[in-house]
Structures are given as structure tokens and as C-alpha cells.
């Protein structure tokens, strides 16, 4: 019976390391950190690599894990791969595809960039114009139809009373074109976002604004629903730590915002609600 025992006990022994052995074969080595900067930004692979390498490498050493990086090219991929929950962290600047993210596939968010954002409608410096009903009838310059400015200009019309048929909207490749397209006379007025090129160029070089959004919840990082609450925290805290640092600074510097914060899921929630959506 001893005899008997003793196997027992190391064929215990035997299993639990087995098992100790097969999780620390299935621990995870790397964190794939995708992006996508809407129509705001550059879709060129290589350029996002250079603009977020420094973030990347940062977060690897917070967090002990290599933190790689990865394009989600269109927003259209971006929403297909929320829904199969494809990303581990996924940076988007979209504010209400973040929103939709945590809403409809449980994504949590991990930190917020400080700030808001606005969309504006731009318009020529001579034009006539004076609201938003003045649009009734005219052809409007918008990004993407998947695009956070197209949403918020798309509601902001419906609650001005301004119809919107199928050729209301111009929908452009970018919101450079946008801008391009109100200069030319080729539309009325174009739709852009506050942290856009254009609209921080435009008054500046001429253009007039006829109305803006109120503020909006700025862009984040959003982390897989199954990500461990402590591996979450980790990622959350070496965000936010980023503006204590002059390493940090540049990191938020090149990024084009000034830090990060916790963020209030609640507000992307409201937001929605704003939108229709």
C-alpha cells in the first residue's frame, strides 16, 4: 500500500510539472498593437512604424512583454476585425468605432489620449453661408462613409433638419481631399476632425468654419475582452506614466497628443447616443 503511495505521489509530482511545463509553453512572449489612424492620419505601413516604434519599445519594457506592431490599413478591416476579436490592442483613432468596440464586442478600454475631439464644417472664406440649414440642397465634402467626422456630420445634419439624399454627400479618400475639395468651389462645405492636417491649417491659411460639433470623446487604445485585469493595469499605468518622463514626452510629442488617461467608457457610450447609433 506504501508502494502504492509513493507512485501515486510521483506520478502526482510527474503530472504537475507536466502541466507547469505545458503552461509556461503556452505564456505569451508578445503583444501584437495594432493601428489605425482613421482618415486623419497616414495609412503607410512604414511611416506608422517609425511614428510608433518608440511606443512599442516603451510598452515592451513596462511590461516585459515585446509589444509588436501591426496596420489595421481601413477602417473597414478594423470593424471586421473587432467583431472576430482579432486585436490585442488595437490604437484607433475613430472615436465611435472605439465606442461600437466596447459596446458591441466587449472590448475594454485601456487608456484614453487626453483631450477632445470636434468636427467641424469648413467652408471657403467668401462663401454666404451662415448654418447649418443653408446646406439644404448643397453638396457636402465628407471622409470615409465609416469615418468619425461622417458620423458626426451626418448627425449633426439630421438634427439641423437638413435632408439627406444620395447626392448630398461627396465621400473622399481623406480628409486632405476634403479640404481640397471646399478650396476648389467643388462642394459647399467639407466635414474634418479637430486633430486632422487640414483643419489645423485651415484658418490659418484663409478658410472659415460655419459650425462645429461640441466635444467628443478624444481617440484611445482599446485591449482584447480577454485580457487579464493585471496585464490591463500594467499596460493602462505605463500609458498614462508616459507625460512624467522626458523619454515619455517625445513619445507623446511624435504621437501629436500631449498624454494619456484612464478615459471614462461611459462618455464613448453618450457619444453614441449623440450619433444615433
Known amino acids: 500500500m ?49 511614428k510608433y516604434r518608440p511606443l512599442a519599445d516603451y510598452l515592451t519594457r513596462k511590461i516585459k512583454l515585446q509589444v509588436k506592431l501591426e496596420s489595421a490599413t481601413t477602417l473597414k478591416l478594423v470593424l471586421i476585425g473587432l467583431e472576430k476579436h482579432h486585436f490585442e490592442l ?27 475631439s470636434t ?19 448643397k453638396r457636402i465634402a465628407m471622409p470615409d462613409p465609416d469615418a468619425y467626422p461622417t458620423h458626426i456630420g451626418l448627425a449633426m445634419l439630421k438634427q439641423a433638419g437638413v435632408p439627406i439624399g444620395p447626392d448630398t454627400v461627396a465621400y473622399s ?15 459647399a462645405a467639407g466635414v474634418v476632425i479637430s486633430y486632422s492636417k487640414v483643419f489645423k491649417n485651415w484658418e490659418k491659411e484663409g478658410g472659415r468654419v460655419l459650425t462645429a460639433s461640441p466635444a467628443l470623446p478624444f481617440w ?15 499596460i493602462r499605468q505605463a500609458l498614462i506614466d508616459l507625460k512624467d518622463t522626458d523619454e515619455g514626452k517625445a513619445i507623446l510629442h511624435g504621437m501629436g497628443i500631449s498624454g494619456f488617461v484612464a478615459g471614462d467608457p461611459a462618455s464613448y457610450a453618450n457619444m453614441l447616443k449623440f450619433l444615433g447609433e
Open 119 to 137: 468636427a467641424y464644417f469648413i467652408i471657403k472664406p467668401d462663401s454666404t453661408l451662415k448654418s447649418l440649414k443653408d446646406l439644404k440642397g
Open 220 to 234: 484611445g487604445i482599446l485591449a482584447h475582452p480577454d485580457m487579464p485585469p493585471a496585464l490591463l493595469a500594467q
Open 90 to 116: 488595437l490604437l484607433v483613432r475613430p472615436s465611435h468605432i472605439a465606442a461600437k468596440a466596447m459596446r458591441d464586442y466587449h472590448y475594454q478600454l485601456a487608456a484614453a489620449a487626453d483631450g477632445q
Open 173 to 187: 479618400r481623406s480628409q486632405e481631399a476634403v479640404g481640397y475639395a471646399v478650396k476648389q468651389g467643388f462642394v
Open 2 to 50: 506504501q508502494a502504492l503511495f509513493r507512485w501515486l505521489g510521483a506520478a502526482a509530482i510527474l503530472l504537475t510539472a507536466l502541466c507547469t511545463n505545458q503552461a509556461q509553453a503556452d505564456m505569451k512572449s508578445s503583444v501584437v498593437l495594432s493601428i489605425n489612424e482613421g482618415t486623419s492620419g497616414s495609412s503607410d505601413f512604414l511611416t506608422m512604424q517609425d
